[in-house]
């Protein structure tokens, strides 16, 4: 069965921390691995990754994605409260079905 | 942009009742989706479609049916809704890319 973890489940900083979640997986055909912000409502998309050791940035957010071991890490810098979230991690599977992990919560403290 | 539309956003449920979640996409997507998530937890597949016509079960499609006659509407259908279906329910579309997501349902049973 595809399965997809993360960790840690929950976490909590101040601001101008930064921080690494966590995702690993044991799904050995895939099309991509995606990052989610979900905040209180739909999730909204972050990154895209599907070539290993190929970091991807969009400002104070990077993320790498290593398929040899399985793993992928977001990094988000200068945390700010608005940063505050669930950081959910899901692989595409050919279309089939995103297999979703549990989610990282995130909490900010200003 | 639509997007992914779904409605109602809220309902509250009498045990027994039935109901239609309706999503609608503008995209022109093959791919749609029906996720359910509960609190504290990530999203579990409950049906999904590769095109109109075509349906198949996901992860926790009892309880559920779906139908696919065209490619922009994907209705979910609760027959005899019961308290383990109160859960925020998620409609989602791709064609080869992320996962794009409606607003969400929030559907409480009692």
């Known amino acids: 069965e595809d399965k997809v973890v993360q960790s840690p489940l929950s976490l909590v900083v101040h601001e101008g921390d930064t921080v690494t979640l966590n995702c690993s997986y044991e799904v050995t055909n895939f099309r991509s691995l995606l990052w989610y912000k979900q905040e209180k409502k739909a999730p909204t998309f972050l990154f895209m990754l599907t070539s290993s050791g190929i970091e991807k940035k969009s400002g104070r957010l990077s993320s790498i994605l290593d398929k040899k071991e399985l793993f992928s890490i977001l990094n988000i810098t200068a945390t700010q409260t608005g940063d505050s979230a669930v950081y959910l991690c899901?692989?595409?599977?050919?279309?089939?079905?995103?297999?979703f992990g549990p989610g990282t919560r995130l909490s900010v403290l200003p | 942009n639509a997007g992914v539309t779904q409605t109602p956003k809220f309902r509250i449920l009498k045990i027994g009742q039935s109901m239609t979640l309706q999503c609608t996409q503008d995209?022109?997507?093959?791919?749609m989706y029906w996720y359910r998530q509960d609190p504290g937890m990530g999203l579990k597949l409950i049906y999904y479609?590769?095109?109109?016509?075509?349906?198949d079960k996901g992860e926790v499609p009892n309880g559920y049916n779906v139908s696919r006659s065209t490619t922009e509407d994907f209705p979910l259908r609760l027959e005899l809704a019961a308290p383990s279906q109160t859960s925020v329910y998620f409609c989602a579309s791709n064609q080869n890319t992320e996962a794009f997501f409606g607003q969400g349902t929030r559907l409480t049973v009692v």
């Open positions: 995209m022109n997507h093959n791919y």
């Open positions: 899901a692989l595409d599977n050919y279309g089939q079905n995103f297999v």
């Open positions: 479609s590769v095109g109109a016509g075509i349906t």
